[in-house]
């Protein structure tokens, strides 16, 4: 483990401590690019530490995050997961996204979505991202920027799939 490691293992330790964990209830790994991965195990309080819609688990991400940089001096991204909360939220915006595409090739019109983060705007773009029968655009501003699905018309369809195959 090395220093770094170290001092986001207790850090954390003091942190999720304020919630009701203990140092056992959480495991730091390494990722990609100096980037840590926390999991904490789920329990009764779990719900205390993600908070409304994530927020609290996306302000203490934030402050770890926050405070590796000030003492590094170089951004190392902290990702923060209780349970399998960041999975589910995955699988809830795909299928929110999937039955947005519905109703708007069935109505022939576009969908907006409620407003998001940026992070979860980036999570439907990906998954939009490989359609070729839609397309997605973020619109508005701050707390109120959301997506935007619309059908492309069917020569859309076919000058993309033309695009495709000449490339």
Do not use: C
């Not at 923060?80 to 299928?95: C, N, P, Q, T, W």
């Amino acid at each position: 483990m090395d220093n770094t490691e170290a001092f986001l293992q207790e850090l954390t330790e003091k942190v999720v401590s304020l919630f009701g964990f203990t140092k056992e209830s959480f495991s730091i790994s390494k990722g990609e690019e100096d980037n840590f991965n926390i999991t904490i195990q789920e329990s009764e309080d779990s719900g205390f530490l993600i908070g409304y819609h994530g927020k609290t688990l996306e302000a203490i991400q934030f402050i770890l995050t926050l405070i590796l940089f000030y003492k590094n001096d170089k951004w190392q991204r902290v990702s923060l997961e209780v349970g399998d909360y960041k999975k589910k939220k995955i699988v809830y915006l795909e299928s929110l996204a999937e039955k947005a595409i519905e109703k708007a090739k069935f109505l022939k019109e576009t969908v907006s979505l409620s407003p998001m983060t940026p992070a979860e705007r980036r999570i439907v773009h990906l998954y939009l991202k490989s359609r070729n029968d839609i397309s997605s655009s973020s619109e508005g501003e701050g707390f109120d920027r959301h997506i935007v699905i619309s059908p492309k018309k069917e020569n859309e369809e076919l000058l993309s799939e033309e695009t495709i195959a000449s490339n």
